[in-house]
């Protein structure tokens, strides 16, 4: 299995930006799925983009003209660079990964996921 480990939350204010880094020791980077989850307080944990080099990149609806998923193979690193961010987004942020080429939207079809970095949204 492989280690995922994020970087890069914090607190911010509405309409600021970050980005999220996701380090991973993995064995193959290459053909793998890797995504960004979240979860607030009290709820699920959701899916927010997925990136796989088949199907290209996969986006939860109400953060797709924000977010934007990327990946530095030569770095084994995932990207996540937020724009406008709202309280909503406010959560604890997942880096998962799954080999294959789907990009699949349930948490429980990852095989590898990291601790989480905390991201805070103030209005």
């Known amino acids: 299995q492989g280690q995922l480990a994020e970087s890069g939350g914090g607190l911010v204010q509405a309409g600021d930006s970050l980005r999220l880094s996701c380090v991973a020791y993995i064995r193959a980077f290459s053909p793998v799925t890797m995504a960004w989850f979240r979860q607030a307080p009290g709820k699920e944990r959701e899916f927010v983009a997925g990136?796989?080099?088949?199907?290209?990149?996969k986006y939860k609806d109400s953060v797709e003209d924000r977010f934007t998923i990327s990946r530095d193979n030569a770095e084994n690193t995932l990207h996540l660079q937020m724009n406008n961010l709202k309280p909503e987004d406010t959560a604890v942020y997942y880096c998962?990964?799954?080999?294959?080429?789907?990009?699949?939207?349930?948490?429980?079809?990852?095989?590898?996921w990291g601790r989480g970095t905390q991201v805070t949204v103030s209005s």
């Open positions: 998962a990964s799954v080999k294959g080429t789907r990009i699949p939207a349930r948490n429980t079809d990852y095989e590898d």
């Open positions: 990136i796989n080099w088949v199907f290209g990149t």
